[in-house]
């Protein structure tokens, strides 16, 4: 869906993270485990479709969802703003691992004009987009079973 759907739906001129926030809603309602499984099928799958230096979105993917899992793990997995907040640190940490790797690539990036013509956008777009993604994760755990137990 991320490279066929979403791909065409441009809003602030870039496309929603479908992948990330599917990983970010995983991780939070179950658990680190089967976030990083999803973040390793989807991360596989995106490097399939884009010209992306092998790895590299596999890695950010499970960057982001490690730390999501630091805060899903804490007394703040009740809170009511804890998908927003995750969703904005993992845009960031995402495309942040992006970079980096694109940049360890030889490929040159003006950070400043990727920051506020891509990241930021991004951002905004996955915040918005983010309680839908959320509940939709919620509605399959529900139907899959209890929640996994984990230390």
Known sequence: MQATWVSRLRIFGV???LVLMLV???VL?????EGLLVALVGGLVMEC?????LGAT???LVLAAWLTSLAEANVFRT???LPYAAIVLATLVYYGTLMFFLRMAGQLLPWITVLGRVILPCVTIN???MPAIYL???WLHRRMGPEPVEW
């Open 29 to 33: 309602v179950r658990g680190l485990r």
């Open 49 to 53: 479709l884009t010209g992306a230096p």
């Open 79 to 81: 809170a009511w703003y």
């Open 15 to 17: 496309n929603p993270d």
């Open 136 to 138: 939709a994760c919620r």
């Open 58 to 60: 596999t890695a950010a």
């Open 127 to 129: 915040l918005v987009l």
């Open 24 to 26: 970010i809603g995983w």
